[in-house]
């Protein structure tokens, strides 16, 4: 019996020393230690014994599966340990004396555009406001003469945010903030992001305005001519050409859309020989609406149009972006590709 102990001590030693891994290991776990086990196997017969020898069969039996089992555990543990060198091996290099990356960030064409636009306003005695993104239904379309019927309202171009709430859709609504809460005269830009239901290769869901009101005594259709020209001019350099047609706007009376002549054809409508795809072959982008600001909308704010006249005007400012930057696709803006943003740098 003695001898058999030995025996399967023996084998048992040269095959765990055979083994790779931990499924060969859990394998000759049960081989050994398991219910139809070497071990196990090897106390049947003990019927025939004495009790003394039983004693001490038991007991070397008991050794035995003690040894194997703490022999089985430091393997493991080694297996273990290998498995992690492995790991960190396949690893790639990593040298802590490298200096960190120090590229440095850039700001975004939206800011920067948008900046700039504000700069050249505030130099013609413009004041820059900011105001809320989520704005009533009222301060968004009914102040500013666009009745509950009318298709800018329609489900397809406005988020409702809940019943009467809806993320901005323009950047109008600040005119009706600023005249309830100031008397004429006004002179006011709010750049900002709006959002409608819209995606395409001229349209993105979240986009952003800037607006502008003015309101005097004796204001003119000619002075919001004049006014936009000279941003146009300062924005784009003298050569962009600019023209307005006439439009409609519920909030304003009259009402024209400025054009400026195409970024990607120049003007041309083609590029080496295909439509343009930025201006579909119009060689104009549309980059503003404007227009004299309707007597209902200073009714709604308590000016008396009989007093005052204004204009206003809404422009888009990644038009804006591409024109200057000569970008052929409005989706680059929000894909955030530093390969892209960096050129900005
Ligand atoms: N809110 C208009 C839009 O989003 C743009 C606009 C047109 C703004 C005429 C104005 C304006 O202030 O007078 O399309």
Redesign the pocket.
Known sequence: MNEKIEALKSSFDSELKKIANMVDLEALRVNYLGRKGKVTDALKGMGSLTDEQKKTVGRETNELKTAITVALAEKLEALKAQELQREINALPEFDISMPPDMTRGSYHPITLVQRQCEQVFKSMGFTVEDYAEVVTDYECFESLNIPKFHPARDMQDTLYVSDGIVLR????PL?VRTMLKQKPPVAVVAPGR?YRRDSDITHTPMFH?V???LVDKHVTMADLRGTLTAFMREVFGSDTRIRFRPSF?P??EP?AEADISCCMCGGKGHVNGTTCRVCKGTGWLEI????MVDPEVFKAVGYDPEEVTG????LGVERIAMLKYGIGDLRMFFENDVRFLGQFA
Do not use: D, R
């Open positions: 859709t323009h950047t109008s005119q709006v305005q607006e502008g009101l706007f909030f304003t009402s503003l609406g404007c227009g204009f206003a005007f809404g």
